[in-house]
């Protein structure tokens, strides 16, 4: 794919060998600007042939990848992540048309994350050390990790080519060599990286993109016997797919899910910088990030002042063109999820919610009056027990609830089939460490929302997911342990 950023129209490829080409059935899948509601281009509609095809590149290209070495691997990633980084500004804003997300948001978050998962599991790799153990001055252990073979990573739509690169750059660092797909809604970025793996002279068949639906193309990649390893981000219920059609064949699994995520507001909070952290959490990417906060758990003696405060903050969280520095929101990412966002807060006013601000769409100036744009809401009134703060909406609203005493906050925190993640805001440090101990969530941020260190593991509990990635997490997911004894 060569197109201009200006071309009204893309014609998105398989990357497989090292060469662009079309599905072997030669079937297309439309995929849209959300914020413009027009079609911007057509992605392959990959059936089992076609992964035939990448599995058989995939496993030609395994032997001399693995080989060689170490540093050599890294070098590769090195300069793709550079290639990137010159790249910055027409990625930004390809993955913007994409996905209806600010530019800004893009060019400042998006893509600088995206070379910088390239650098950090290209170093981090070599500076993994060996394991030894010395049982007798006879008798030594050692472990060695070797590369597993051929892996797929399947990534989703709401953070395209952020999520494309924290999964196959660890994979690719060790030796694998990776069938990719894409979510089928958000292909752009994808496609544009396998241009930069070009110039790079990456070698053929170590890295393969293929685009499909996840009933067709996901599917046949999760039972494919050559394939070893599977990691996975999205839905829960693509999870549990997943997990039920690879089951048979004893694959390895990483699987980060959906999030039903708490932001738990003390009275020892700095109110400030507490609403100013909830409401990031709950509206940052338009509500699309499974860590978003989108259940606000907030101490009764400070709730309507605390309520005041969000409501006064969310003012700026302005709804506008993508290209705006000023915009904080942009577009939803596609009219099916714009229906479901609209039809989820619809049925919980139904149900008894409050509307505190939202609850609406958002029309805008030509060309993006038909645009997918919602304002962000803040609903009250409704229980714990109720869909809306069960179910994982992803969008922009949050939901409201006081409680009364430390002890209430854990257990409605907890009462949820997700385990994420979780914000809790306090200047009482005992009460932060008991609160800690006592969450079910893989993450918990204290005083902040989404601060990452890569060298930390990534994942969550109950339906959330099943795993870990990051940092060395995701090297040992995407190798083999060897235990090798010596009796001298």
Known sequence: ?????????????????????????????????????????????????????????????????????????????????????????????????????????????????????????????????????????????????????????????????????????????????????????????????????????????????????????????????????????????????????????????????????SSIVFASSDLEKAANGVLRSAFLNQGQICLCGSRILIEESVYEPFKKLLLEKIKIWKVGRPESSETLLGSLVSENHFNKVSRLISQAIEQGAKVLCGAQSVKLATPYDKGFFYAPTLLEGLTNENFFNQEEVFGPVATLQKFSSESEAIALSNQSPYGLSSSVWTQDLNQANRVAQKLEVGMLWINTWMARDLRTPFGGVKNSGLGREGGIEALRFFSEAKTVSIQY
């Open 1 to 261: 794919m060569s197109e201009n950023l200006n071309s009204p129209h893309f014609k998105v490829q398989n990357f497989i060998n090292g060469k662009f080409s079309s599905a072997v059935s030669t079937q297309t899948l439309n995929f849209f600007n959300p914020a413009k509601n027009q079609i911007l281009g057509t992605c392959p509609d990959s059936q089992a042939e076609d992964v035939q095809n990448a599995c058989l590149a995939a496993e030609q290209a395994f032997q001399p990848w693995s080989q060689l070495d170490q540093r050599a691997r890294s070098e590769f990633l090195f300069k793709i992540a550079e290639l990137l980084e010159k790249n910055a500004e027409r990625f930004a804003i390809a993955e913007s048309q994409n996905t209806g997300k600010t530019v800004k948001h893009c060019i400042e978050v998006e893509i600088p994350r995206s070379a910088l998962n390239l650098r950090f599991f290209a170093e981090l790799s070599n500076q993994w050390a060996s394991e030894f153990y010395q049982t007798s001055p006879a008798l030594s252990h050692h472990v060695l990790r070797q590369a597993l073979g051929v892996v797929t990573c399947i990534s989703p739509w709401n953070l395209p080519l952020y999520l494309f690169t924290w999964k196959i750059a660890p994979a690719l660092a060790l030796g694998n060599c990776v069938i990719a797909k894409p979510s089928e809604v958000t292909p752009l970025t994808a496609s544009l990286f396998a241009e930069l793996c070009l110039e790079a002279k990456l070698p053929a068949g170590v890295l393969n993109i293929l685009h499909g639906t996840g009933a067709n193309l996901g599917a046949t990649l999760c039972s494919h016997p050559k394939i070893k390893a599977i990691s996975f981000t999205g839905s829960t219920h693509s999870g549990r797919n997943i997990a039920i059609t690879a089951a048979p064949y004893f694959k390895k699994l990483s699987l980060e899910m959906g999030g039903k995520n």
